[in-house]
């Protein structure tokens, strides 16, 4: 009897841990990042409670995360009527197609009656369900499985249709008639659809136009040409732009340094190429401010160059290209940022720039020796809130610089300022020559001292 209950005891944990087994390699499987093909992310908590407003869109929802909002439903109808536009674009170029080679020089196509038009845009618009469903699996996964949840793959494809829809009519107008458009909207719209958790994947875009479009290529710029017209004010270095992830990708590629070729196509790398590459490193030393290093003889130089990153010194002058910050600047650094962390967490070129900055801009006098140096120029109000967003910034976000040349940068700077003789003369230099009052009052000191030693020397020789 005891044997018997013993093994059934037995039998019993057994159960209990295969169960607890197939519960961890579930749970395992969830905490998992997500896929490679993934790279539309919803910012954790850790991130989004320093700004919220940083994540969220204001004006229109794009893709499925932001898809439920309340206060964005308003432009639902907008985006309907875009689709609509769009449809009817499309529809003409299909009905061109289907004519001779000579064109529609009687205006046959604007002439069809109503009831045959609608019927060409319902065509169409099968024909775009039709070709998502055949990428039906590779729009999933863009996603993070979780943020999912809420959705079935049937809504997510209307909602990618519509949204993608809005998109490519919005640059057509913006291309074609930009009057149509006024100065706030653009700007508006344009900021939302550079948020990470407000994006369509790219290829899509790109599937849909070359379905509509593809056969005008005369007529119409491809869909990475009009992408990269629309978002042109961030794009300082005039990049030619091979590919991209989405339009959060594209906004950090705008920052990367430019290949031999003039072109950047790799976005900086990649999660399975970066893992190889580089390790994590704890072993990131924090660098002097700038008031610091310029006492100690550090000279802050503005950079001719256009590329964010591009950051030299060579002793001992430090030359940083010019950064122009507008209410904006957070909202963008933040999402690049949280595009990093997720999908080039060991390439975060943008992560280790904004904390270099941070490292250097401790305080307002900080701020304000850059922005006289013409490193910052501000429409913040203050350097107090100059110096308040970096140190925003950098907060849960960062632990230490990853690249190696901005690492290299940092601790030839630190060994610069270590150095005593460095500082010993900066302190020389700033007390009697950094104006051009105190060095006429030592130069002249100085010739006094002269005449003065010459006269004893000439009196004890007379002697």
């Known amino acids: 009897m005891q044997s018997s209950k013993n093994e059934h005891r037995r039998q019993s944990l057994e159960i209990d841990i295969k169960a607890l087994e197939i519960d961890i390699k579930e749970m395992m499987k969830k905490s998992r990042r997500p896929p490679l093909p993934c790279c539309i992310y919803r910012v954790s908590p850790v991130l989004r409670d320093v700004n919220k407003k940083a994540y969220t869109p204001r004006t229109v929802s794009i893709g499925p995360l932001h898809h439920n909002n309340k206060n964005l439903k308003g432009m639902q109808a907008v985006k309907f009527q875009y689709l609509e536009q769009f449809l009817k674009r499309a529809t003409k170029t299909a009905m061109l197609n289907e004519l001779p080679h000579w064109g529609d020089p009687m205006g046959f196509v604007t002439s069809l009656d109503t009831d045959l038009q609608i019927e060409k845009h319902f065509s169409c618009l099968e024909r775009f369900l039709g070709l998502l469903k055949s990428t039906q699996g590779d729009i999933w996964n863009s996603y993070a499985e979780d943020d999912l949840n809420h959705i079935t793959l049937e809504e997510l494809l209307k909602i990618i249709l519509v949204d993608s ?269 950094s104006t051009p009052l105190k060095a006429a009052s030592t130069t002249a000191a100085s010739l006094l001292l002269l005449l003065a030693l010459i006269q004893t020397v000439l009196t004890g020789i007379a002697l």
Not at 407 to 426: E, F, M, R, S
Request: net charge negative.
């Open 165 to 433: 829809a809005f998109i490519i009519e919005l640059f057509l107008r913006f291309h074609f008639n930009p009057s149509r458009l006024t100065p706030f909207e653009i700007a508006s719209i344009r900021m939302d659809l550079l948020l990470i958790e407000n994006q369509v994947p790219f290829f899509v875009l790109e599937n849909l136009y070359k379905e509509a479009f593809g056969s005008y290529p005369n007529i119409y710029p491809t869909i990475l040409e009009l992408s990269c017209e629309f978002f042109e004010p961030y794009n300082d270095q005039k990049m030619q732009i091979q590919t991209m992830k989405h339009f959060t990708d594209l906004l950090r590629t705008f920052h990367l340094p430019i290949t031999k070729e003039g072109e950047h196509g790799s976005n900086g790398g990649t999660p399975e190429n970066d893992s190889k590459n580089r390790e994590p490193d704890d072993s990131n030393e924090h660098l002097k401010s700038a008031t610091q290093l310029h006492a100690a003889g550090v000279q802050f130089n503005v950079s001719s160059s256009k590329c964010t990153l591009d950051i030299s010194f060579v002793e001992p002058k430090l030359e940083i290209p010019c950064l122009h910050i507008y209410d904006d600047t957070e909202v963008i650094f933040r999402n690049v940022m949280a595009l990093e962390i997720y999908h080039y967490p060991n390439k975060t070129l943008i992560c280790d720039y904004v904390l270099l900055m941070d490292y250097l801009i401790n305080t307002s006098e900080d701020s304000e020796l850059l922005v006289e140096k013409k490193i910052i120029t501000s429409r913040l109000g203050s350097n107090q809130q100059v110096a308040s967003l970096f140190n925003r910034l950098g907060r849960n976000i960062v632990k230490g610089i990853n690249d190696k040349k901005l690492k290299g940068l940092v601790q030839a700077l630190n060994a610069y300022y270590d150095t005593p003789w460095h500082t010993t003369k900066a302190t020389f230099w700033l007390k009697y020559f």
